[in-house]
């Protein structure tokens, strides 16, 4: 079994940062991109950011040049540093593995975290 597991969620205050950790648990030989998702209340989950394993970032227009993601492979960790935080960025995060090889052979797909709060006051 393969889990993903995200720390460090919390509330903060507007232009305040946090920064979130998603550790990969289980049985993994390599896992290709990894990236963070976001869900405000009565609205559908986003992307917010995303890396290759080669370390290839993409990011959502919204924000751009206020979060940076960032990966451990030797630690199966990807992590968001957010910065300049807005009342919009208010939402569960959640981390999320596009295919987990458990070998060579043999993989998984789509894994996602249980995810982590995240709230900006105004």
């Known amino acids: 079994q393969v889990q993903l597991v995200e720390s460090g969620g919390g509330l903060v205050q507007a232009g305040g940062s946090l920064r979130l950790s998603c550790v990969a648990s289980g049985s993994i030989f390599s896992i290709n991109v990894m990236g963070w998702y976001r869900q405000a209340p009565g609205k559908q989950r986003e992307l917010a950011a995303t890396i290759t394993s080669g370390g290839s970032p993409n990011y959502a227009d919204s924000v751009k040049g206020r979060f940076t993601i960032s990966r451990d492979n030797a630690k199966n960790t990807v992590y968001l540093q957010m910065n300049s935080l807005k009342p919009e960025d208010t939402a569960v995060y959640y981390c999320?593995?596009?295919?987990?090889?458990?070998?060579?052979?043999?993989?998984?797909?789509?894994?996602w975290g249980q995810g982590t709060q995240v709230t900006v006051s105004s």
């Open positions: 999320n593995a596009d295919r987990v090889y458990q070998t060579p052979l043999r993989s998984k797909f789509n894994v």
